[in-house]
């Protein structure tokens, strides 16, 4: 008796457990999304050929009706394996006089990739190659919107480098040091500056302070070039702090940019993975003549002035940052806003609280378009919103965008970008097309979900931890490739179903007078892009259902 009462125990949780999952998801009959129609193409030659330098670029374009161009995978590089440099060349040479614009990275034209600039593998002939050659390409098709991007290296020694890992500490010290040092031209740093100088031996440091001399140069030949054939330039900063080698190189270019009276057509940013985002924004708004006002609401008011891990400068100075970057406008009237970008900065003196909840809540229920940028200092999933949204059921397929990846100006990047380019569509689009777009930016915000917080919040350290007890190198894995994606196909495959039917797919992500329009369904694909875990290449294609219209109501929190 005692054994048939537990098994029907055992059922009725289980049954509890499934309606709690499952109830409450809508009635509907299938939705077919048409994508939105490409009106324009633009050419990309990428920082590298990671996801968010290639794929979400070009996922961005479709969203915003531009077809993003970029070249054959395999001319392409693939981790410590350079781009092939001589067909690449080739390979743009033919490309660029068939499309209105082109955005082109000076880092993998001359070092073959983001991480092949931080050795450095390029040379000054490289440089002067590539300078010749986006002379002479605007030359030949002077009717071409043309953007060229740089990247600051960072000083972080690069993972395999020994034996420079040994004297990061040292390197960081003196980097900040010099900086202050010609900053403020304060004898006690200077002290510093020569104490630290002593003990990192002469040939690490010549290497190091020529890398930054060399950019330095490289930097003032851009400028140079921005301003004899009218281009676009931007000058991005990579894992950068307040002082340091970095730091200096950034403000020497913007003195440049100055002198050389690039005005908007010369930007110095934080960040790099997401420069090309913003460039393809920037054009759209160019384009399209689209200045988004922009209303920025803090989760505290404490998030403005903070300092995020791997940035300049503060939260508020980087939004502004980004803002100008794009075109874009704040505005201190929520009201007139075409978005309001709402910030998290989670960290010890801010954890997410039902206040915070509440806020999110009210906004989005509002019919208001939000952007989300969701963050932690210490990585952590307990200093996110996230998790408390999804736990208090806050209708999260709503969101007009969201991002929350490794750091702040990725993420703000890319959420402003996609904001942007969404609500630019709204303007644009007739309203027939409107259920279209809705499902195909919320397609994009799945996938950030899955990826910014399911991958990397969730799983990323705990998979660290695993492969290491099985003494596999998570930065090289080789063969144990799979194995690691199988792990993440698995994770991923248990998150989406969690995210669709206990938050995304309950509430309409979009109405109108006849109907509205649901998340019904979330299909993933994920691999391992490089022999590593640090980045996943991640497509979500979801499906979608719709229903005669009917009043909802949101649950309170």
Not at 10 to 28: H, R, V
Not at 137 to 147: G, T, V
Not at 269 to 275: P, R, Y
């Amino acid at each position: 008796m005692n054994k048939k009462k537990f098994i029907l125990l055992a059922l009725l949780l289980l049954c509890a457990y499934f309606y709690e999952l499952f109830g409450g998801m809508p009635a509907t009959v299938p939705f077919a999304l048409q994508p939105v129609k490409a009106d324009t193409s633009l050419l990309l030659a990428p920082l590298d050929s990671r996801p968010p330098c290639t794929a979400m670029v070009r996922k961005l374009g479709a969203l915003a009706s531009i077809n993003v161009i970029t070249p054959p995978q395999e001319l392409l590089d693939n981790y410590n394996t350079p781009a092939d440099k001589e067909k690449l060349f080739a390979w743009l040479k033919n490309e660029i006089p068939q499309h209105p614009a082109a955005i082109l990275s000076a880092d993998l034209l001359v070092h073959g990739s983001l991480l092949g600039s931080r050795v450095p593998l390029g040379t000054i002939n490289d440089e002067e190659k590539f300078l010749t050659f986006v002379n002479k390409q605007h030359a030949l098709n002077p009717q071409i919107d043309m953007a060229v991007f740089s990247v600051i290296p960072r000083l972080l020694v690069s993972d395999q480098l020994i034996p420079d890992s040994w004297y990061q500490w040292h390197l960081m010290r003196y980097a900040t040091l010099k900086d202050m040092a010609e900053t403020f031209g304060d004898p006690y740093f200077t002290r510093q500056l020569l104490a630290i100088d002593a003990r990192i031996p002469d040939d690490i440091k010549t290497k190091y302070s020529s890398l930054y001399a060399n950019n330095d140069n490289f930097n003032k030949k851009l400028v140079q070039l921005a301003r004899a054939d009218g281009l676009t330039l931007a000058i991005g900063q990579d894992d950068a702090q307040p002082f340091g080698l970095p730091n200096r190189n950034a403000n020497h270019a913007l003195a440049y940019m100055k002198h050389a009276a690039l005005g908007s057509s010369g930007l110095i940013t934080s960040g790099a993975d997401e420069i090309s985002v913003l460039l393809l924004t920037r054009y759209y708004n160019k384009l399209y003549n689209y200045k988004p006002r922009i209303f920025v609401e803090y989760s505290s008011p404490k998030v403005a002035a903070k300092l995020m891990p791997y940035m300049p400068c503060s939260v508020d100075a980087s939004i502004r940052d980004k803002i100008n970057f794009i075109g874009g406008q704040l505005t201190d009237n929520a009201a007139v806003a075409d978005f309001i970008l709402f910030v998290h900065c989670g960290d010890d003196d801010n954890q997410p609280n039902k206040a915070m909840l509440q806020k999110l809540n009210t906004l989005l229920i509002s019919d208001r378009h939000i952007a989300l940028v969701d963050l932690t200092a210490n990585y952590t999933e307990n200093e996110l919103l996230i998790p408390k949204l999804l736990k208090a059921k806050v209708p999260l397929s709503r969101l007009a965008a969201f991002s929350g990846w490794n750091t702040l100006s990725n993420s703000l990047g890319t959420a402003l970008s996609q904001a942007t380019l969404f609500t630019g569509q709204l303007h644009r689009l007739p309203q027939s097309e409107h259920p279209s777009l809705y499902a195909q930016n919320l397609n994009f915000t799945v996938e950030r979900l899955l990826d910014d917080y399911a991958y990397q919040k969730l799983m990323h350290a705990q998979l660290t931890t695993l492969l290491k007890l099985k003494s596999y190198t998570p930065t090289d894995l080789g063969e144990n490739k799979f194995f690691a994606e199988t792990l993440i196909r698995g994770f991923l495959q248990r998150q989406k179903i969690q995210l669709l039917y206990g938050d995304l797919g309950r509430t309409p992500f979009y109405r109108n007078k006849d109907s509205n329009y649901y998340l019904t369904g979330i299909d993933i694909n994920v691999n391992l892009p490089w022999a590593r875990i640090f980045e996943i290449n991640l497509d979500t294609n979801c499906s979608f259902g719709e229903n005669h219209r009917q009043r909802n109501s949101f649950a309170n929190i």
